[in-house]
């Protein structure tokens, strides 16, 4: 099965490959993403029937109120209607694919032939905790972000604020964490800006999230990101609420929290003690499971495929 990038640059986000690489299909799949400079590949005119994996983003300030679907609305999308995008969009509209799989689908737009899929997730199963050594886990919520979208400054900002309010501390540096927990007393926050050019082993960065009963996923670029697939895996995620489709639903109170934008305190602060968590916990490790690569792409994307492609 040929995979073929849209971009004759061959730019693609490697996480995004690495899922797609182990997808079975019997006729190609076509990879579009945002990428710089993008320049048409002309090695799709070669080809007939294909499946269209979809991940692109719109900009963290980007108002979805209809799902961007390539030879149908670009137009109202301008970031993809642009120079090579047209002549991509253009033979999208010449030549259908057999099926869309969408990363910003919105729920509305969902059907036989478009249907939703997500980063998988790709780093290694954590053990489960007890009941009691999960309450006991000393930290309230860890948030590890990057600048891709302004709202995750605000979280940043606003658990700063709250700290006046609930009384607890802060740790927002992850080199004076190890300090943070041996002489602060009391609730812990960890909330910390880990920029692109400073990354730290997301293994390490996850034993911090797995002290925290609670791991913050905000919107990134997209709606979406890629750490719903992390902080699931070993805390309660809580994520903004939205009105996308996805590949296995995340559904407040039974796999994850979820607010509206700039409630993300108030809600930790009102979940924390909640004899509810941890089963919430329980769940959303199950449902991490789910999306683990070998899994997500058995159980969830290849009987899609085989159903809309044979």
Wanted: charged share 25%; hydrophobic share 35%.
């Amino acid at each position: 099965m040929p995979i073929i990038l849209a971009d004759n640059n061959g730019q693609v986000d490697s996480a995004y490959h690495t899922l797609v690489r182990h997808i079975q299909s019997s006729i190609p799949i076509v990879m579009i993403s945002w990428v710089e400079n993008f320049v048409f590949n002309p090695e799709l005119l070669k080809i007939k029937d294909y499946i269209l994996i979809c991940f692109c983003e719109y900009g963290y300030d980007a108002v979805l109120t209809d799902t961007h679907l390539w030879g149908n609305n670009s137009e109202k999308f301008t970031r993809y209607y642009t120079g090579d995008w047209v002549k991509f969009d253009d033979w999208v509209k010449e030549n259908p694919p057999k099926l869309i799989l969408k990363r910003e689908l919105l729920k509305k737009d969902v059907s036989e032939k478009v249907q939703p899929i997500d980063y998988a997730a790709t780093t290694q199963s954590i053990p489960i905790q007890s009941e009691e050594e999960f309450y006991h886990r000393p930290l309230s919520a860890c948030y590890y972000f990057g600048r891709s979208h302004e709202g995750r400054l605000e979280i940043h900002s606003d658990i700063w604020k709250g700290a006046t309010v609930y009384g607890y501390s802060v740790c927002d540096n992850i080199y004076y964490f190890n300090g943070f927990i041996q002489h602060e007393s009391g609730k812990k926050y960890f909330s910390a800006h880990i920029p692109h050019y400073q990354r730290h082993p997301i293994e390490e960065v996850l034993i911090i999230n797995g002290l925290a009963k609670i791991g913050i996923a905000p919107f990134g670029a997209g709606q979406k990101t890629f750490r719903s697939q992390e902080v699931s895996s070993n805390s309660v995620m809580l994520m903004w609420e939205d009105n996308l489709a996805w590949g296995i639903e995340w559904v407040h109170g039974f796999n994850c929290l979820k607010c509206k934008i700039g409630e993300e305190v108030e809600i930790i602060e009102k979940w924390i003690k909640d004899p509810a968590l941890y089963s919430i916990y329980l769940e959303g490790v199950k449902t991490w499971d789910r999306y683990r690569v070998g899994r997500y792409i058995s159980e969830y994307i290849n009987p899609i495929i085989n159903k809309n492609c044979k």
